[in-house]
């Protein structure tokens, strides 16, 4: 992602890219890129500090996000890609039955998502399929989740073939702008929020890691859809 930006020739904004995403989502990662460094920090202070704005700041963040909910209903707006929903297995078809998910249900997801690019009710399907490194990994999942519970694995220490921050910036930006961003809004949008430390993002790199994701919802879904039982 830090390849030299190729931009496009004429004068434009380095902000446009902000009036074409939500501002619940710009003020999220704005808080998320100030206080994230801090989860990594090697000194005990500065990770304390992160633990106790992720716990103040989850009440909040939930009240908004309410908010834009109820905003984005009374308007129609359907979240078409929810990735958030597609991670923790949430079933949205039926809005009023989904529950806020435990820290279990939240862990064993994000473990799953992020160590095998699978949600964790995925595995739990190709397992019953009989397929045997599903069972693999569903015992790899749950030993990290284990040595969490118990104190013994930090996920920020965690190490995986995917590109968190771009990912997660990414994707769940989808729904709320950076779906319909060009591609030199796109950079500006990740030179200002992204807390990757690139100053400046490649373009291409980021069309190519939009594709990527978009693509890979449409193999989840399918995917799923394919595994779910079918009703008797």
Known sequence: MARKPRLSKGPRSESEWRTKV?????GMMEQFKQFEPLSRSPWKADREKAQQWARNAQEDLRKQAREVGE???RA???L???IAAKILDLDLEDPSAVKEPS???FMLSWLSWYKYAKTWQQLQYERNARKWWASQRILAVLKDYEKWRFGK?????????MDRPHFILMAFGLDFGLGKLTLNELADC???LCTCGIAQHDPDNLRKLRDRILRSLETLNAK????????E
């Open 76 to 78: 129609g707006v359907v």
């Open 190 to 192: 990740f030179n200002a």
């Open 153 to 161: 694995l930090d996920p920020n220490d965690m190490r995986f073939k």
């Open 103 to 105: 820290d279990e249900q």
């Open 22 to 26: 939500h501002p619940f989502f710009i």
């Open 224 to 231: 799923t859809a394919a595994l779910k039982p079918k009703p």
């Open 80 to 82: 078409q890609y929810d």
């Open 71 to 73: 905003q984005f209903g």
